[in-house]
């Protein structure tokens, strides 16, 4: 068993997290919308207080509904998985090698 921190994923790793929740069809469309959200989490985890990320930003008060809502998935449970996971950042957790 080996110790590890928590880290808060990259865009690439939200981009596919999205991918998998929304029952929308795989287009370029889809993957579009995805990558912008994805990053748009990616670039605000840079703040120092992760917890309140998904309420500050503008981004998140305006446009996380509008993209959401494109591929059928819902601005409040992305919200709440942004702020579960930046809640776990920093624990440390065995994982088993």
């Not at 939200?14 to 995805?34: I, Q, Y």
């Not at 059928?72 to 920093?90: C, I, M, N, P, T």
Request: proline letters at 2%; aromatic letters at 8%; glycine letters at 6%.
């Amino acid at each position: 068993m080996t110790k590890q921190i928590i880290k808060f994923p990259n865009a690439g790793t939200w981009e596919k997290l999205l991918m998998r929740w929304s029952d929308f069809p795989l287009c370029g469309e889809k993957r579009l919308v995805c990558a912008v959200i994805a990053n748009a989490i990616a670039d605000d985890k840079k703040d120092h207080e992760l917890q309140s990320v998904a309420l500050r930003t503008r981004f998140f008060q305006t446009g996380l509904s509008a993209y959401c809502g494109a591929i059928g998935l819902d601005s409040e449970f992305v919200r709440d998985q942004v702020l579960l996971v930046a809640s776990k950042v920093g624990e440390t957790v065995e994982v088993t090698a």
